[in-house]
């Protein structure tokens, strides 16, 4: 039985793609065959409360994937792609094709790039208590899910695998990569947000917030976007009438808060977290076909 588990895939170990790593989503391959170039495949799992759940979702990491392609060759950015699809030329099995990308190996800079257009989640949480975010003040009297005066940028320090990235000021993050690329990364996320925002709404989707990140390509020293961009997974996507009615189900989201919710309701956060049941798994689903749909269908 060919093995598809996070520590490799022997029909990729065949086609000499060899396993490097695997994170709580996604898994990373080398190649001798080629140099400077690394196949990312996303795949089903799914995570919350850092912990990686079963069942995975199914179709999750093949509709990422398409999200991100989607998007990467409509932002006019310089990105990580190296090839237009995996399967091209690569002779990739057609599951694992749906689900990969083949990107160039950059130096990665060491901070989520969050990008902010609505109060909500962490940034809301930490507005009651200091009506800031990342050091940013906010006016007062806002509410969880205002719409913020301007997008704001609050990035993050990348933590270790298995601990929480750390919110930082923009002065922290001058600190950690210097003043010149830290503005670049600001700027670069803030326009990126605003574009990505106006494609959104063309769509009836609300981009409250995302995150993204950036990479220097060792070859010719150019800042490029890479890893995934504007998915379910690192974005959160609102459904623009919903969120207009008002009501408790305006801050739905297009991502896995489904799981994340039953999980809180049923897991005391110790042990083994429990099985999702297999609504929850297909709700979940439901939800990221329902905005890759959204994008990917012409306007």
């Keep these: 039985m060919t093995s598809t588990t996070a520590g490799g895939d022997a029909r990729l170990e065949a086609l000499r793609w ?5 994170g709580k989503v996604r898994d990373l391959y080398e ?3 080629h140099p400077g170039r690394l196949l ?4 089903d799992r799914v995570s919350a409360f850092d912990h990686v759940l079963a069942p995975a979702i199914p179709g999750k990491g093949a ?5 991100s392609l989607w998007w990467f060759h409509r932002l006019g950015e310089p990105t990580h792609l190296a090839a237009a699809h995996p399967s091209n030329g690569e002779h990739l099995p057609e599951d694992i094709a749906a689900k990969a990308m083949i990107v160039h ?8 790039c969050v990008v902010r257009g609505y109060l909500v989640g962490s940034g809301w949480a930490e507005y009651r208590a200091s009506q800031s975010v990342c050091g940013i003040r906010l006016p007062a009297g806002l509410n969880e899910g205002d719409k913020l005066p301007e997008p704001i940028f609050t990035p993050a320090f990348k933590a270790s695998l298995g601990e929480h990235d750390e919110n930082i000021t923009f002065e922290r993050m001058i600190e950690l990569v210097g003043a010149s690329d830290a503005q670049l990364l600001r700027e670069m996320s803030l326009r990126i947000f605003t574009t990505a925002s106006a494609v959104a709404e063309s769509r009836g ?5 995302t995150k993204f990140e950036f990479g220097r390509d060792p070859r010719s020293g150019t800042v490029v976007l890479a890893d995934e961009v504007l998915t379910s997974d690192s974005s959160r996507y609102w459904d623009a009438s919903v969120y207009a009615a008002g009501g408790p189900g305006r801050l739905e989201s297009f991502d896995k808060q489904i799981v994340r919710d039953w999980l809180a309701a049923n897991w005391d956060k110790t042990g083994t977290p429990p099985e999702l ?3 929850i798994v297909a709700r979940t689903a439901d939800r990221y076909r329902e905005l890759l749909e959204r994008f990917a269908a012409e306007p």
């Design 18 to 22: 060899t396993h490097r790593y695997s």
């Design 31 to 33: 190649s001798s065959a």
């Design 40 to 43: 990312v495949i996303a795949s």
């Design 63 to 67: 509709m990422l994937t398409q999200l």
């Design 105 to 112: 190996e950059l130096d990665m800079f060491p901070i989520e």
């Design 205 to 209: 989707v609300i981009l409250a917030d």
């Design 277 to 279: 049941p297999a609504d």
